[in-house]
């Protein structure tokens, strides 16, 4: 099965942006859907954006829409999300997963059988 390894979070203040990475070892992401997620301290696992990979389709959830964008490098099998115009409530830890190109919904937590450990996220005003 996939590894994933995210990386690229940080702390920075509202308005700034960031680019987080997910590097995918001890396999492809050939035939996958992969999708960036986030979770705030006592709430739900919230999904951001996927990327079926082979055809390069996207999802974006509407709550970040037109400032996080999903990109992939084929070359060196890595997910990308930039997020530009940070806000306190972007506050989260960041995880990439990696599933079934068919099957459930994109947002669906369900879709994803392998996940980082996640990255933590963290926007101050």
């Known amino acids: 099965q996939v590894q994933l390894v995210e990386s690229g979070g940080g702390s920075v203040q509202a308005g700034d942006s960031l680019r987080l990475s997910c590097a995918a070892s001890m396999g492809t992401l050939a035939n996958t859907i992969t999708g960036w997620f986030r979770q705030a301290p006592g709430k739900e696992r919230e999904a951001l954006a996927a990327?079926?990979?082979?055809?390069?389709?996207?999802f974006t959830a509407n709550s970040v829409k037109g400032r996080f964008t999903i990109s992939k490098d084929n070359s060196k099998n890595t997910l990308s999300l930039q997020m530009n115009s940070l806000k306190p409530v972007d506050t989260a830890v960041y995880y990439c997963?990696?599933?079934?190109?068919?099957?459930?919904?994109?947002?669906?937590?369900?879709?994803?059988?392998?996940w980082g450990q996640g990255t933590q996220v963290t926007v101050a005003s």
């Open positions: 997963a990696a599933g079934s190109q068919y099957g459930s919904p994109w947002y669906s937590t369900n879709r994803y059988n392998a």
């Open positions: 990327m079926v990979w082979n055809t390069g389709a996207t």
